[in-house]
């Protein structure tokens, strides 16, 4: 991966001083949490999803959320990493194919939505103002090395003749 991942601290907030619990059975629960998360939030948006919510999709009190995650913002930013390493894992699959240029983006769009039958949604990445300013710039330039890679695709495809001549920069906008 080309990313630092945060650490579960950084994830939950360093400023907790509550321990963050490293069961597999905790990081069980926190992959549910977050896939209801990610369910609301790209329903409702970030602005309108409410941690009781989320708790009440899961049969659980919203302070319960609170042991895996000091708050809403903690949470969507977890879910915003989770998409981001399940999409960068899901590029690299893409990038280590024999395929050509279109077979990637191709083979992409096929392991994206097979990864979303089988672990959930990803969740929206269109604004995510609501995060703290180093979150957002760690996941933009997160993003644009993903995007990048997959420009990568468009352009391999030009060069190999399976993708017409097209500004890559723009179609994977």
């Not at 009781?52 to 319960?64: C, H, M, Q, V």
């Not at 990637?104 to 039958?117: A, G, M």
């Not at 644009?144 to 030009?158: D, N, V, Y």
Request: overall charge negative.
């Amino acid at each position: 991966m080309n990313h630092a991942a945060p650490s579960l601290r950084a994830i939950a907030g360093s400023t907790s001083r509550k321990p963050i619990s490293k069961s597999h059975k905790s990081a069980s629960k926190r992959r549910a949490i977050m896939r209801v998360a990610i369910d609301v939030i790209n329903l409702r948006s970030f602005a309108l999803a409410t941690m009781t919510e989320i708790a009440d999709r899961l049969g659980l009190k919203d302070a319960a959320l609170y042991y895996y995650f000091p708050g809403k913002q903690a949470l969507v930013y977890a879910c915003h990493v989770d998409s981001m390493e399940r999409f960068e894992r899901l590029v690299g699959e893409a990038e280590a194919s024999a395929c050509d240029g279109l077979g990637k983006i191709d083979l992409l769009h096929k392991l994206f939505l097979e990864d979303s039958e089988s672990h959930g949604q990803h969740l929206y990445f269109g604004d995510h103002s609501y995060l703290a300013e180093d979150d957002r710039l760690a996941l933009d330039e997160w993003a644009a090395r993903l995007t990048k890679r997959i420009e990568g695709f468009i352009e391999a495809g030009i060069a190999d003749g399976s993708v017409r001549m097209c500004e890559a920069e723009l179609t994977v906008q």
